[in-house]
């Protein structure tokens, strides 16, 4: 792991908190991490999904996220692409298409895109290492972004025919978010890493 970050990230040894949650998620623990924002969530999949064969799904609400994300991870030569609203029916079909034919290492998309049976299909056909949940808080009816179509997100990815890590990640979340958060994941007390200060780089 340590080779990756440095190779990949350029970066020396891992902030508060990521480490211990990188490992729960190879330990094939579903783990929840609530850190600051700046405190390096995006390094809790990356790092794992790159360590990993086959697939790792990002499901975030935030388009602009995505594409900045994917733009960071294409200029360290990995593959990674995203599926939202803002493609072309010319782009989409490539994406799926390097989707199904296992090209893809990331594939960053919205909650939204799992009421397509068709994704869902095709994503039975893929092999899917992580699924990781970035803004989590926004799956708990608690929380201040609360997204009804991630309840959804929950339903299908549970119930995909793969052994595959989950991760969700998230800058705020009360006890009450958390606990939320959790239950709809399956995540154990245990494996909640929180961490509240930022560590200069």
């Keep these: 792991m340590q080779n990756i970050l440095k190779e990949y990230f350029g970066y020396q040894q891992f902030r508060d908190g990521q480490k211990e ?110 699924i990781a949940f970035d803004e989590a808080h926004c799956i708990s009816k608690w929380g201040h972004d609360f997204r009804p179509s991630y309840q959804e997100v929950i339903t299908h990815v549970m119930s995909l025919p793969h052994h595959f890590m989950v991760v969700a990640l998230t800058a705020t979340a009360t006890k009450e978010v958390q606990e939320d958060i959790s239950q709809k994941l399956r995540i154990a007390e245990s494996d909640i890493v929180e961490t509240s200060i930022k560590r200069e780089t």
């Design 21 to 130: 949650i990188i490992d729960k998620v190879i330990d094939h623990r579903p783990t929840l991490g609530v850190m600051p924002t700046g405190g390096g969530k995006s390094i809790c999949y990356q790092v794992p999904g790159l360590y990993l064969d086959g697939l790792t799904i990002v499901i975030s609400p935030l388009i602009s996220l995505m594409k900045d994300q994917v733009d960071s991870l294409r200029s360290m030569g990995i593959k990674a692409e995203f599926l939202n609203s803002t493609l072309t029916a010319k782009e989409k079909k490539r994406v799926e298409n390097e989707l199904v034919s296992g090209q893809l290492k990331f594939l960053y998309i919205a909650p939204e895109r799992f009421n397509q049976p068709q994704f869902i299909q095709m994503l039975n056909k893929c092999n899917v290492q992580l």
